[in-house]
Antibody
Framework: QITLKESGPTLVKPTQTLTLTCTFSGFSLSSGVGVGWIRQPPGKALEWLALIFWDDDKRYSPSLKTRLTITKGTSKNQVVLTIINMDPVDTATYYC????????????WGQGTLVTVSS | QSALTQPPSASGSPGQSVTISCTGTSSDVGGYDFVSWYQHRPGKAPKLVICDVSKRPSGVPDRFSGSKSGNTASLTVSGLQAEDEADYYCSSYAGSNNYVVFGGGTKLTVL
């Protein structure tokens, strides 16, 4: 059974750096597999942020590229997303998801974690 | 403003069919057969219902189907059921720079 779970602070102050961790089980970040991050501001649409592949290839949303860093965690079953210079408009539910080998879609998602940016 | 354009809402009665469109450009939807559709119920994780334009992941009912013509992809839900009420999002590969773009979402209401 594939599971993913997001963890990190629920509240950050403007200008601070947000670090989110995606801890997954039931698969490994092996050939062809990727793990990505997507967010959804309250009442708004999903927004794709970043994705890292098994071979450390990384892709970023062009509009947020300068603020995002995606890396593999210290544990083999973790992926970390860092966002610098947080702003209230970054308030959102942040999801991590798996991109498997059988298609281009994100076939398994975490439940998401709500991050609020406020002073 | 989202990269892909979806109608904000769609509706149908139980048993009917409804089709949701997703319009992009030749740089995303029209350029690749890598369109996915996600079902998102409130408080739940999004669920992949269609990938690669028309493939159905294991466990997704065959009432869900996908297609594409030019720069527009479509999701059709046949034999509507109450449980199909949700927000639906399309996404597409958009080349090595943009990589993935989402639509603005469509709220499907089962009347």
């Amino acid at each position: 059974q594939i599971t993913l779970k997001e963890s990190g602070p629920t509240l950050v102050k403007p200008t601070q750096t947000l670090t989110l961790t995606c801890t997954f089980s039931g698969f490994s970040l092996s050939s062809g597999v990727g793990v990505g991050w997507i967010r959804q501001p309250p009442g708004k649409a999903l927004e794709w942020l970043a994705l890292i592949f098994w071979d450390d290839d990384k892709r970023y949303s062009p509009s947020l590229k300068t603020r995002l860093t995606i890396t593999k965690g210290t544990s083999k079953n973790q992926v970390v997303l860092t966002i610098i210079n947080m702003d209230p408009v970054d308030t959102a539910t942040y999801y991590c998801a798996r991109r498997g080998t059988s298609s281009s879609g994100l076939d398994s998602w975490g439940q998401g974690t709500l991050v609020t940016v406020s002073s | 403003q989202s990269a892909l354009t979806q109608p904000p809402s769609a509706s149908g009665s139980p048993g009917q069919s409804v089709t949701i469109s997703c319009t992009g450009t030749s740089s995303d939807v029209g350029g690749y057969d890598f369109v996915s559709w996600y079902q998102h119920r409130p408080g739940k994780a999004p669920k992949l219902v269609i990938c690669d334009v028309s493939k159905r992941p294991s466990g997704v009912p065959d009432r869900f189907s996908g297609s594409k013509s030019g720069n527009t992809a479509s999701l059709t839900v046949s034999g509507l059921q109450a449980e199909d009420e949700a927000d639906y999002y399309c996404s597409s590969y958009a080349g090595s720079n943009n990589y993935v773009v989402f639509g603005g979402g469509t709220k499907l209401t089962v009347l």
